[in-house]
């Protein structure tokens, strides 16, 4: 028995327009499912921690990166089990949909359910972060990647203009005010017995390859191998930053003036300023500095 769990916002209500199809070509395939809907963010971490908790071991999660995140979440959160033990599988309808562009992974449903009833699975890592939150320490799990400084910093205004991000041309507009009004800190990160101290436009920590639409902050990323990929780019004026965006596909920012690429598996990342560094996880804004990230090998079972 597979446990569906359904944004229906997701990709400006494609999810929830696309239950239907996806529920007849399950029972076409005979396979026996339930069906829950998310009402709010968060609920889709309750509704996958539940479903473990009361015996489901396979889930599908229709909906984008961010409700993947969510069920991933649930998952590794619950105590029932170890991870491992339950399968995840995406039917993405998204926006970004960055998360299967480094596995390969179908969008097609007819081919996500034939890899459902022919049993391909795979094993990667997850991230698990510890930061701060006005109600005291936070933690989350990510499976794609993780940003601080200007990444977050989009993050947190996408999150404040939830329905304005819908508009494709609104959103290029926020990103692009938002670097008028981002301000760059003095940044610590420790890893590796190494410590780098600078003002940074952006910091990533990658499992996965692909963030921000099938941008590629960490090409070096291997989701199997047991570490992070970490690459830092120094703080540039904005017009630098605007003639930069050709390194940020096709792996190319390793060329780069001002990126550093390296692997580790944990990162400590302190402000040295008195305002503290942001921080989002698959593109979540979750919240600030001091930032504590570990890799749990292997922790996500999932389809594909």
């Known amino acids: 028995m597979w446990k569906v769990i359904v944004n229906p916002t997701s990709g400006s209500g494609r999810a929830g327009k696309k239950i239907k199809e996806i529920e007849a070509k399950l029972k076409a395939a005979n396979i026996d499912y339930e069906v829950d809907f998310t009402a709010y963010q968060g609920h889709a971490i309750e509704l996958?921690?539940?479903?473990?908790?009361?015996?489901?071991?396979?889930?599908?999660?229709?909906?984008?990166?961010?409700?993947?995140?969510?069920?991933?979440?649930?998952?590794?959160?619950?105590?029932?089990?170890?991870?491992?033990?339950?399968?995840?599988c995406l039917i993405p309808v998204g926006t970004?949909?960055?998360?299967?562009?480094?596995?390969?992974?179908?969008?097609?449903?007819?081919?996500?359910?034939?890899?459902?009833?022919?049993?391909?699975?795979?094993?990667?890592?997850v991230g698990k972060a510890t930061f701060?939150?006005?109600?005291?320490?936070?933690?989350?799990?990510?499976?794609n990647v993780a940003g601080l400084a200007y990444d977050a910093f989009i993050a947190q205004q996408m999150n404040n203009n939830p329905k304005v991000v819908r508009n494709k041309l609104v959103y290029f507009y926020l990103i692009l005010r938002c670097l008028f009004q981002y301000k760059p800190q003095n940044t610590r990160i420790t890893f590796n017995n190494q410590i780098l101290e600078n003002q940074y436009y952006t910091i990533n920590i990658g499992v996965c390859k692909y963030s921000g639409g099938g941008m590629q902050f960490v090409p070096q990323a291997v989701p199997n191998d047991g570490f992070f990929a970490?690459?830092?780019?120094?703080?540039?004026?904005?017009?630098?930053?605007?003639?930069?965006?050709?390194?940020?596909?096709?792996?190319?920012?390793?060329?780069?003036?001002?990126?550093?690429?390296?692997?580790?598996?944990?990162?400590?990342?302190?402000?040295?300023?008195?305002?503290?560094?942001?921080?989002?996880?698959?593109?979540?804004y979750l919240g600030v500095s001091p930032v504590k990230l570990e890799i749990v090998p292997k922790a996500l079972k999932f389809v594909g």
């Open 48 to 88: 996958s921690k539940t479903a473990v908790e009361n015996g489901f071991r396979q889930i599908i999660v229709v909906g984008g990166d961010g409700s993947n995140h969510e069920v991933m979440n649930g998952i590794l959160q619950q105590k029932v089990v170890p991870s491992q033990e339950v399968t995840q």
């Open 96 to 125: 970004g949909n960055d998360w299967i562009r480094t596995h390969n992974l179908p969008r097609d449903v007819d081919t996500i359910i034939q890899n459902i009833k022919s049993g391909k699975r795979q094993l990667q890592d």
């Open 132 to 143: 701060q939150t006005p109600e005291g320490e936070g933690e989350r799990y990510f499976i």
């Open 230 to 284: 970490l690459t830092t780019v120094g703080s540039m004026p904005v017009l630098g930053v605007i003639a930069s965006t050709p390194f940020l596909y096709g792996g190319r920012i390793k060329n780069h003036p001002r990126a550093y690429l390296t692997q580790t598996k944990s990162i400590k990342i302190e402000s040295l300023d008195k305002e503290q560094v942001m921080l989002e996880l698959d593109g979540e």
